[in-house]
């Protein structure tokens, strides 16, 4: 078992262990890729405050998020596909993420279904849907989450069509894949995930298979999607989605205090500061660059979390510090669960758990909720650098 120290660890073993395609899809950004780049090179311009001599016993990791309690604020984001990265991973990760003590989202365009999950999972999990015009598929998808014990409902609002990222089109990104000469090479270095793969049913999209009658085939279920997404979205239609679930609800893919403010009215329960992970606007500011402002516009009015860039627990305590009440992480549970499947999970929240932990206490801080502004340094120009 190799040592595992930081997230870059587990995304190596990720790379070799996950066949081209579908490592590709965790690993890009759309267009040029400078979003993606920026949301973690962003955080690495911000700087920790070290303290000395402050008593550092008795800290905890531990908060909330809408109200549940959490071992650190640190959610699992929604993840498309996640189920091609190691067979049945979604259920995986639930499963890591249940026995860790922080929430999973299952996103709609998941490998394993809603009843997959709740079934094979002790965990209740939380649902992200996108903006889609079919009420009709819109409403049993949300019966089925209710049903199988959703606690809240994602949205995510910055999905009205999809960025182009260049590495699926190349790639010819298909679940399952499309056995070309490339591709039968590629998986004949990477057996054991070809093996794992057979041994299970869940391998279509498993959300929409079965569920839609246009979904004819399971492989292009992309392009049904696209039709689908709501190009003419406006606050009402979210509202209108929000009502329809009539339970918790958090608004994912806010980059303005403008927005922040039309999403905070609409009763959010939180609001996720996030560019998609730099799959959606190349040319978008980071997420931890415009998080200050969203927090003075809505901090008291909705939770404000963030997510995008985020690799490390330093990376998260940057973000408490800045303002967020929670974060979310994609690539680097990805990572994890491409490694070394559920356990590759753990480790990535253990990794990051830890650092949080050291580096608060480095910082003179004990708890959550006392991290603030005077935990972190900031280049001067940082926040108003552009205009
Ligand atoms: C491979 C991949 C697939 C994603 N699929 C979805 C999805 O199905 N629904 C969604 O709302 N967001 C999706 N996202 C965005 C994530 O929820 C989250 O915003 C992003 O990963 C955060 O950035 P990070 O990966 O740098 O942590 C996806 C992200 C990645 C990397």
Redesign the pocket.
């Known amino acids: 078992m190799p040592v595992i120290t930081s997230i870059a660890d587990l995304k190596r073993l990720h790379k070799r262990r996950t066949p081209k395609m579908f490592y590709d ?2 690993e890009s950004g759309s267009y040029t890729e400078q979003t993606f780049r920026e ?1 973690t090179e962003d955080f690495a311009q911000i700087r920790l405050n070290q303290r000395v001599a402050v008593d550092m016993t008795g800290r905890s990791t531990k908060s909330t998020m809408l109200g549940q309690e959490v071992a650190m604020p640190v959610a699992l ?5 996640t189920g091609m990265q190691r067979a049945d991973g979604e259920i995986k990760a639930n499963r890591a993420a249940g026995k860790f003590g922080v929430p999973f989202t299952l ?3 998941s490998i394993c279904s809603i009843e997959d999950v709740a079934e094979n999972s002790d965990a209740p999990f939380w649902f ?1 849907i ?1 903006t889609l015009t079919d009420d009709d598929y819109n409403k049993k998808v949300l019966a089925r989450a209710k049903a199988a014990g959703c606690s809240a409902l ?1 949205i ?1 609002v910055d ?1 009205q069509l999809l960025g182009q990222r260049h590495k699926d089109l190349k790639n010819g990104l298909t679940a399952p894949p499309k056995f070309t000469l490339p591709v039968l090479m590629d998986l004949a270095t990477k057996w054991r995930w070809g093996i794992e793969m057979l041994q299970t049913k869940r391998r279509f999209f498993g959300n929409i298979v079965g569920h839609v009658e246009s979904a004819a085939d399971p492989a292009s279920l992309s392009s049904w999607t696209a039709e689908k997404f709501d190009q003419s979205l406006n606050w009402d239609r979210i509202k209108q989605l929000m009502d329809m679930w009539g339970g918790k609800v958090i608004l ?1 893919g806010i980059l303005t205090p403008e927005d922040a403010e039309m999403a905070a009215a609409t009763g959010a329960d939180a609001i996720v500061v ?1 560019n ?2 730099g ?1 959606q606007l190349d040319g978008a500011l980071s997420s931890i660059r415009v998080l200050p402002s969203i927090v003075s516009a809505v901090g008291d009015k909705t939770e404000v979390w963030l ?4 690799r490390s627990g330093q990376d998260v305590l940057k973000a408490l510090a800045l303002g967020a009440k929670g974060v ?5 549970y ?1 990572n994890g669960l491409g490694a070394m499947g559920e356990q590759g999970v753990t480790k990535a929240l253990e990794v990051i758990q830890k650092e949080l932990d050291t580096s608060m206490a480095l910082c003179g801080e004990r708890r959550i909720d006392a991290l603030g502004r005077h935990n972190v340094l900031l280049p001067k120009d940082f926040l108003d650098n552009y205009t």
């Open positions: 899809y965790a949301n984001a929604p993840v498309g596909l996103s709609t365009m992200q996108y994602v995510t999905l994912k996030s998609h992970g799959r997510d995008s860039g985020i979310m992480i994609g690539r680097a990805v």
